[in-house]
Structure formats: structure tokens, C-alpha cells
């Protein structure tokens, strides 16, 4: 066994798990599927003559430990579920270069390194099926909704709880995996950026701050319906005028928050004929911020300016939370790390947020130190078949990881 | 019979019609259906024991004449056919109250006034069945589009041709009406407002300048979908924001163009989820001016500046013309005589524009010096069972008509 990490290694076997899973429409390893099943018998083979044992937990989540000196564990965790037709590297890139990494680690200490090293694949992480992303990893946090999960239902109207049972999981002790984290001293986790700020910046890698808080909100202004023809400019109540105003706004919010960011996502509006003024529009707001009380802010900003607006437009306005989530800030020094290990690979790097929700978000809000890094993405795009990394970018990613764990392994000794 | 006007009779003979046509939802005059037989019915009826003539044209329009010594016609107009569910005024005011004024005038000439008199029943103005207005004085001014007319099928399948079968109506003779014009020399038409501009001003009656014209389009903007949460603001290609800041745009154009209106009725996005950035934001555009170098003007401007917001927005724009009619502005002269006319009734007159197309925009763009007067409506608001006017306006109305008639009157024999 080679004491040398070879990132070739690990796109090579992203290149075969590609080839074993997906097809010309993309990845096509969604959760708890035949092709799921597969990718993850792929993931156990390239564990074999290490000194690792290896589990599904109570969720559905993989583990395989390298047991070390100390029982203190680093984690190094991704998912292999991808969407439909989903990118060739989202979530896999995270476990299999765990994989190249854990094979150095063991290769440099003969087989019993100073700290326990676990590489981790947690269950259905993109939710594709039942419409609830990260739940592996929420069961193994102990924030998964359990009456809200036991409701879900996929669109051939079999619940989650049956689904889990055909793969040998019991719904109702899924969160027994939480003892899996009792030992954790750090959590790491390598993911594609998803977005296009690393692109932007000509970057290969970035380290990630911590994942969006996130308000998400509906927004219904009321106003009145009223004949387009005979209805003068200044008589009406235009439920679609208060609601437009809110667009330029959000980006004003945005801007004033640093780097939060606001979207619109849908507008409806009723009765919504060509001849009618607008008596009542609803849009979706989704805001989210890496600091808790810039999002507050953000959320309160955007609430004022709708009421000042409803009532410059004679309407009234309701607000509807949709969903929320705190921000997970990573940990200072493994943000710290994190930097100088894409530094010592790269030259450059660059501190960002992430706006999507990782398993990472879970593993942090249980407590454990965690940090993320992002590698570019072409196009700034996933959740499409054409996602896609440079290949020199994919092996800088594999490396600065290795770095990145060494440089955890020594401060969980330092810190035991 | 008496010499004296009796608009009360006129008050008495609307709620006659609305007890025999009308329910608790509202007046239920439909063309074609055995409501609005009931009500032709009825109308037929006011003229018994007059010295007129009565039949109905090829598209269904009826006609009650009384024959003067010149052969040149005065025209009232109106229609008895109402929306489902409508108002219990919305058209047949101006029917009935043409009646009186019609009796007034036989009984002061004792049955052979000065200039040929004629009142006329419109067929289908409503257009709710087809959706297509205006059918009887389109086909009787010219304008009706046989190809498109010949193509309208009911929400039962039943096309326009086969309706107008059950009720006798060939079809492809309905022009044949348009002889019915050939001696006319002016056509009035009362007709509650359907806006609020009276009811605002605290005033009875307004004499009507013309009808807007239309300018009506669906506006695409085509962004770029993308992550609400990993996508900057400043790389957003946000198909709303640009649509968004129309809605403020259209009040400017149209406080600039003095008189006209502009309307966002609806509005769609795609793909329309809280997680995504705006890639295709649809929305209808209404714009009405009396003026057709200003509407002209209305549009252009709307044109350009949706460009402008594409461009800012990183997006591109397309427009679609959905339909499209010139403004019919009415004759002066008989424009002052309307204000003349309610001024010696109630003191005060007001010119407005009308919003809502009317059969008078039929009749004024088929060469017939054309004017239309409107009472206050309660509300601001018609095609609605709560449509309502004050009966000291409704009697007010009436009595302005008359005075409306005798001045045309004299206006048409002083021209012979």
C-alpha cells in the first residue's frame, strides 16, 4: 500500500462509479434504489484490504472506521444518493475521495493512526424521493422531525416509513444512529460548490464558513379586482403593483446584509386575467444568511417594506412562514485549516458561505466541530447532468482534503 | 298617453324586468338562453298600443321604429342581454329607458315626430356565452371577423353557428343587418359607468368622449434558472426582477399620457419554486387611450422599457400581441349637446372617457356621428349583482336622455 495519496486514483473511481450508475441523462443514483444499492456495494469495495470495519447504521447510513489510537474520531462524510438525472459528482466526489484519503492515513500509520478516521455515507441526503433532504444525517443529528417524516408519502403514495422497511430500516429507531457521533471530534466534508463564485473567481477551491440560515416565507398582498378599462390609475388597489415593488427591494436587502442572499421564486396572481387589476398576488420570499442576526434583519427589512408597500398601493399584506432553519457557522479553526490547506495545494483560496444545505449543516448543529470545502463548478451548476469539474480542480480537491486531515487528526490529538 | 316624460315609469319597468329575469345572484339575461327571450319578451311589451314598428334584424338585433316625417333616424341603443350573474342595469337602462323617451316623443308629435326615431336592442353585447362581444353591432357596423366568429365554441362544445341556429340566425347572413344603418343619423346610448369617476366626484351624469382604444400583449421575460441559495445576487439572470419593475413603469406611462390606462393582469413564473431564481416570468399588459397617437405612444413606451429592465436584468424580452382596437372617439357636436343636456337636468356635467368597449364604439367606427352618456355607478363596480345606481340618478338619467334626443333631433332635421 502506498504511503502517497493518488488523487488520479479517486477520479478514476468516480469515473467507474459513473459508468456502473448512471447513464446520458445523468446520475441516477437516488436513494434506497437498485442503482443505489449498487453505487454503494461499488463504495464498499474500495475498502477492502484495509483494516476497517465497516456498518449501516439505524438510518441507512455507511461507516467505515479506521480504529487509531485514540477513540477520538475524525469524520470525513458524503452521500453517493444523487437526484434523478442528477451530476456525475455531487455527494460521490465527497465519499470516495474519503476513501483515497483514509487508504494514505492508513498506509502512513502501518494500519493504527494517532486518532480513530471514519468515512461516512449518509442516507438520502438529496430527499429526491419523499421531497425531505438530509435525512440520514438529521436522524444521526436527532434533528429529524419524526411526526413530519412518518407523513411523507413519494408520488406512488407509499410512505417513508414502508419505503425504509423494504431496505431493512425500522422508521420508528432510525435515530439510534445518534450514538455514532458520541466519539466525533471533527467532521469534514468535501462537496462541489454548486453555485458559481469560485468559478467567477478563475478559484479552484474554496473553504466554506458554514451553511444559510434560511427564512422562507409566502407573501400575499390583497387588494382589489377592478375593471383595466374604467378604473382611473389612482382609484386602484393593485395587489400585483405592492407585490413588484418587492423585487427591487430584496436586492437592496440583500446588498445591505453583506453576503445574504433574497429570492422570489413564484408569483401568482388572482384572478390573473388581462382585464382585471390584480386583487391578490402572492410570492415566496427565501432569504438566507451565514450570521443569525443579519437574517432577522433581513427578514424584518423585507416584512417592513412589504407593509409600507401594501399600504402605498391601498392593500394589506399577510406573511405565511414556510420553512426555517438556523444558520450552522463551521468551526473558526477548521475554517482556519481548511484555508491553509488549500493554500499549501493551490497558492490561493477564498472563504465563502454555502447557500444549499449539506449533511455538514446537521453534523454542526450536533455540535461537532465541522468545515467544508468547496471545489469549482463548471457552469455553477448541479442537479443537471451537465455539472461537471475540471479534472486538475477534482485531484487539487483530493489533496487539499488529505491536508485538511491531517491537519484535524493533529489538532484532536493536540486538544485529547 | 302623456305628453310628460315619467322616468319614474321607466324606474318601475327596470325592477318589472329584474323580477321577471333577475335572482338572488344577480340578473341572469344571457343572450339566447330563455331569460333573455323572457326579457325581449318583456321589452316588446313596453311598446304596445305605439304606432312603431317592431322586427329583428339577421343577427338577432331588434329594432322598434317610429316613422317621422324625415326618413333620417334617430338611434337609441342599448342591450338587454346581461353577464351571468350580472347587474340588474348593465345594458337594459339604456333599452328602457329608450322606450320612454321614444313614448315621450310619439305622444308630443302624436305619433309622427320630425325625424324617423328608433330604439335598438343589441343581440349578445356580453358576449359571455362565446366570449366575444359586441356580436350583434359588429356584425351589424361590418366588423365582425366571420372566420374567428365562425370558430367560437361554448364551454359544452356547441360552436357560435349552431347557438345561433336554435334561435333562427343563419349565420353567414348576420351582415346582412348592416341595411338596417343606412338611414341613420345619429345613435345614442345611456349606460351606467361601470367605474368609479362619477361616484368620486359626487356627480349624477358624464357625457362620454369616446371609447378607448386597445393596445393588449403578453410580455416574456427569459432569464436563467438558478440556486436561491448558491447563486449571487449580481449573477442572477432574474426573469421577475425585470417584470417586476414594469408594474411601476405602466403608472408613469400612463400618468404621462394624460388620460390612458395600463394594466398587469396577470402574472406567471417558471419554474415557479421557492428554491429558484425566476427563468421565464410571463405577464399581460392592457393599455386604453382615447387618443390613438397616444396609445401609439403608451406602447412604444412600455416596449422600450421593458428592453431596458431585460438588459439590466441580464435577461431577454419578447411580446405578443393579444388583441388590438382603435379608440372610437365621439361626434363633438353631439358630445356638447350630451353636456348641455345633463347640465339642464342636474347643473353639473363631467367628460370622461369610457373604458369598457360599448355597442356606441360598433356604431360610431361604422360612420354614425355617435355619443354616449353615462349615470353614476354605486360601488364603482359592474358585472356583479351588487351593481347598483341611485334611482334620483336612474330618473335623472332618463330625463338628460330625452333632453339628449330632442336637441339631436333638431340637430338632424336642421342638417337635412
Given at each position: 500500500m502506498s504511503k502517497v495519496l493518488s488523487p488520479q486514483r479517486t477520479i478514476d473511481e468516480l469515473k467507474g462509479l459513473r459508468a456502473l450508475t448512471g447513464n446520458a441523462d445523468g446520475a441516477?443514483?437516488?436513494?434506497?434504489?437498485p442503482e443505489w444499492v449498487a453505487a454503494r456495494d461499488y463504495l464498499r469495495k474500495?475498502?477492502?484490504?484495509?483494516p476497517v470495519e465497516m456498518h449501516d447504521d439505524a438510518a441507512g447510513n455507511f461507516w467505515a472506521t479506521l480504529p487509531g489510537e485514540s477513540a477520538k474520531e475524525l469524520l470525513i462524510g458524503g452521500h453517493i444518493d444523487s437526484v434523478?438525472?442528477?451530476?456525475?459528482?455531487?455527494?460521490c466526489l465527497n465519499t470516495l475521495a474519503g476513501v483515497e484519503v483514509l487508504r494514505r492515513i492508513s498506509a502512513q500509520y502501518d494500519g493504527r493512526p494517532p486518532v480513530t478516521v471514519r468515512v461516512v455515507d449518509w442516507a438520502?441526503?438529496?430527499?429526491?424521493?419523499?421531497?425531505?433532504?438530509l435525512f440520514g444525517s438529521s436522524a444521526c443529528s436527532g434533528n429529524l422531525d419524526m411526526d413530519e417524516a412518518r407523513g411523507l408519502v413519494d408520488k406512488d403514495g407509499i410512505t417513508l416509513p414502508e419505503a425504509l422497511r423494504e431496505v431493512g430500516i425500522d422508521f420508528e429507531r432510525v435515530?439510534?444512529?445518534?450514538?455514532?457521533?458520541?466519539?466525533?471530534?471533527a467532521y469534514l466534508e468535501l462537496h462541489?460548490?454548486?453555485?458559481?463564485v469560485l468559478l467567477d473567481k478563475g478559484l479552484a477551491l474554496g473553504a466554506v464558513l458554514g451553511t444559510f440560515g434560511v427564512e422562507r416565507h409566502a407573501i400575499t398582498f390583497h387588494g382589489q379586482a377592478a375593471h383595466s378599462g374604467s378604473t382611473p390609475m389612482d382609484r386602484r388597489k393593485d395587489a400585483f403593483f405592492a407585490a413588484a415593488r418587492m423585487s427591487p427591494e430584496i436586492y437592496e436587502i440583500a446588498k445591505r446584509s453583506g453576503m445574504g442572499v433574497c429570492t422570489i421564486g413564484s408569483c401568482t396572481t388572482k384572478p390573473?386575467?388581462?382585464t382585471s387589476v390584480v386583487a391578490d398576488c402572492r410570492i415566496t420570499l427565501d432569504q438566507r444568511h451565514l450570521d443569525a442576526t443579519k437574517l432577522a434583519t433581513m427578514h424584518a427589512e423585507a416584512k417592513a417594506a412589504s407593509e409600507r408597500f401594501a399600504k402605498e398601493a391601498g392593500c394589506t399584506v399577510s406573511w405565511e412562514r414556510l420553512w426555517h432553519i438556523a444558520p450552522a457557522p463551521f468551526d473558526p479553526d477548521l475554517v482556519n485549516f481548511c484555508d491553509d490547506a488549500i493554500k499549501e495545494t493551490c497558492g490561493v483560496s477564498h472563504r465563502l458561505p454555502s447557500g444549499p444545505l449539506h449533511d455538514a449543516a446537521e453534523v454542526c448543529m450536533a455540535g461537532i466541530p465541522t468545515v467544508m470545502m468547496f471545489t469549482q463548478s463548471l457552469h455553477g451548476?448541479?442537479?443537471?447532468?451537465?455539472e461537471d469539474t475540471k479534472e486538475e480542480h477534482l485531484a487539487m480537491s483530493v489533496e487539499a482534503l488529505d491536508r485538511l486531515a491531517g491537519k484535524t487528526m493533529a489538532w484532536i490529538e493536540a486538544k485529547s
Open positions: 441516477q443514483r437516488v436513494a434506497f434504489t474500495r475498502f477492502e484490504g484495509l434523478p438525472h442528477g451530476g456525475w459528482l455531487d455527494g438520502d441526503e438529496e430527499g429526491a424521493r419523499f421531497g425531505k433532504s435515530k439510534d444512529c445518534g450514538k455514532e457521533l458520541q466519539n466525533a471530534a462541489i460548490e454548486q453555485g458559481p390573473g386575467i388581462v451548476i448541479s442537479h443537471n447532468k451537465i
